[in-house]
């Protein structure tokens, strides 16, 4: 069974463009356009990765997103790769192993991001 991957962004466009990458990749893709539909997508399919935006209905919805998947209890382990433009927009640098106290996600990758990269980071960080 494929693993899902839930993206969570507001760029229709993009989006579209992860899921042709991810379903070449051997991934079901499903996705929401804001948090609050991420977060009940989350808990209603369960899936086994998640494509984070920062910036969609406010410039830092997808920190409260990602804060909110770590308290819950039910699913706190699920992998978030966060996937946005912050830094090209504020010039703040990301790191996890860094501000993995800010920033509870388990990798980070600037927009736009190469095809390949973001299969290869998905990968990495999908449970097995």
């Avoid at 935006?53 to 992998?79: C, L, N, Q, W």
Wanted: aromatic fraction near 6%.
């Amino acid at each position: 069974m494929a693993k899902k991957v839930l993206i969570i962004d507001d760029d229709f466009d993009l989006v579209e463009a992860m899921r042709i990458t991810l379903e070449a990749a051997g991934y079901d893709v499903i996705d929401a356009q804001d948090g609050e539909k991420g977060l009940e997508m989350i808990r209603s399919e369960s899936p086994d990765l998640i494509i984070l935006d920062v910036m969609m209905s406010s410039m830092d919805e997808g920190f409260h997103v990602a804060y909110k998947i770590r308290e819950d209890a039910d699913i706190k382990d699920t992998p978030i790769v966060m996937l946005t433009a912050v830094g090209n927009q504020t010039g703040f640098q990301f790191d996890p192993g860094k501000d993995a106290d800010f920033l509870p996600v388990d990798a980070f990758l600037e927009k736009p991001v190469n095809p390949k990269k973001l299969v290869d980071v998905v990968h990495q960080n999908i449970k097995v």
